[in-house]
Structure formats: C-alpha cells, structure tokens
C-alpha cells in the first residue's frame, strides 16, 4: 500500500517550457488535490477533483491545468512554466470531499529558471 | 488574504518542555479546525483536529484549546521531544466548501 505517489520527486525547467505532474493513489479514495507550498505561504489550493470526472479551481489555478485521468490518478500540467511556479507541489487525496482528514504525497520540488 | 494568521514563525523548545502554537483566523463560518505535521521532504500528515462545539481535544501529548469567541485555537505539545521536530501547520474549513484553509506554519525545534 503505497499511499500518494508522486512523480518525479525533482524538476528544473526553463522558462515557457511544459511539464506535466503525475499523481496516482492506491486508497480507493474519491476525491484529489493539488496544491504548492511556498515559504511563509503554507499551503495554497490549485485544483481538485471532488470525484472521478469532475475538476474545480481552487485558490490559485493561474497557469494550470489538470486531468482526473481515472478514480486513482490526477495530473497537474504547466503548459508555459514561469519563475513565479517555482514551489514544492504535493497531490493529496481524501476518502470524499467531505472527509477533511487529507492524504499527502511526497512532493515535487520544481523550479524554473 | 491570508484567512489564517498562524505564529510564531519558528520555535525552539527544550526537551521535556510545552510547545505552544498559536492561530487565528477571520471567517466565523469556518468549523473544522485540523493541524498537519510535517516532516521535512515529506507530505503535511493529519496530527489532530477539532470543531467548535468543544473548547479543548487531547490525543496524547497533542491538545488542541478553542476558543470560539476570540477565533483563535493552539497546538500544546507537552513532554516535547525531539522527535517532535518538524512544520506544524494549522488549518481550517467549513462544511459548504470543504477547503482547507492553511497557516503559514511553524519551524518546531525541540532541543535535547
């Protein structure tokens, strides 16, 4: 039982260049999150996707995208990176929306020069 | 606008000592109120949580104390250990969007 997966764990990307996040978990949970985690900032929403099939914005989506590929799997892709990206992004899941108690991943630490 | 105000930045405890953390927040709709430890290279992991209808949780060493009219609610870590060393964050939410809401976290050091 892996929990919240996340890859890759590191990424250095140029201006403008793309990139998709990958996020998979084994919890059979419904409902997933990305967010970036930026010093003195805690942690601010992106996207999530309360089930499979559905997606919303959340707090900061500027410059995002994201797919719920299927129940286990969540993408976030940055279609045209920009400094202001740099951040550790985590991908964490829940049982429902309902159920507050979220579980993370490991993160990836991205930054763009 | 930061809807959950969390200090101190960054905190040094003696072992054995009491770790306080303080948050408050804005939003009187908020009732969900969870910490998150977080260990460095690591994911935030659920430490303890509360709702307003009670004015203090203990799980452990961890206590959560609420005080409703003030909007503020802390983490008291007693008999602290180094163990205990990591980013502890307070959040909170509410039940007509269910987001989570963060602090900016708090650096614990417990010193041996």
């Known amino acids: 039982n892996a929990g919240v997966t996340q890859t890759p764990k590191f990424q250095v990307l140029k201006t403008g260049q793309s990139m998709t996040l990958q996020c998979a978990q084994d919890?059979?949970?419904?409902?997933m999150y990305w967010y970036r985690q930026d010093p003195g900032m805690g942690l601010r929403l992106i996207y999530y996707?309360?089930?499979?099939?559905?997606?919303d914005k959340g707090e900061v989506p500027n410059g995002y995208n994201v797919s719920r590929l299927n129940k286990r799997e969540f993408s976030l892709r940055l279609e045209s990176a920009a400094p202001s990206q740099t951040s550790v992004y985590f991908c964490?899941?829940?049982?429902?929306?309902?159920?507050?108690?979220?579980?993370f991943g490991p993160g990836t630490r991205l930054t763009v020069t | 606008q930061q809807q959950v105000k969390q200090s101190p930045q960054s905190l040094i405890v003696q072992k054995g000592g009491i770790s306080i953390i303080n948050c408050a927040y804005e939003?009187?709709?908020?009732?969900?109120f969870p910490w998150y430890q977080q260990f460095p290279g690591k994911g935030p992991a659920l430490l303890i949580a509360?709702?307003?209808d009670v004015s203090e949780k203990k799980e452990g060493r961890f206590t959560i104390s609420f005080n409703k009219s003030a909007k503020q609610f802390s983490l008291h870590i007693m008999d602290s250990q180094p163990g205990d060393s990591a980013t502890y964050f307070c959040?909170?939410?509410?039940?007509?969007?269910?987001?989570?809401?963060w602090g900016a976290g708090t650096k614990l050091i417990i010193k041996p």
């Open positions: 964490a899941s829940s049982v429902h929306r309902e159920s507050y108690e979220q579980y």
């Open positions: 919890m059979n949970h419904n409902s």
């Open positions: 996707s309360a089930s499979e099939g559905t997606t």
């Open positions: 939003n009187t709709a908020f009732d969900y």
């Open positions: 509360i709702r307003p």
């Open positions: 959040a909170a939410s509410r039940d007509s969007n269910y987001q989570l809401i």
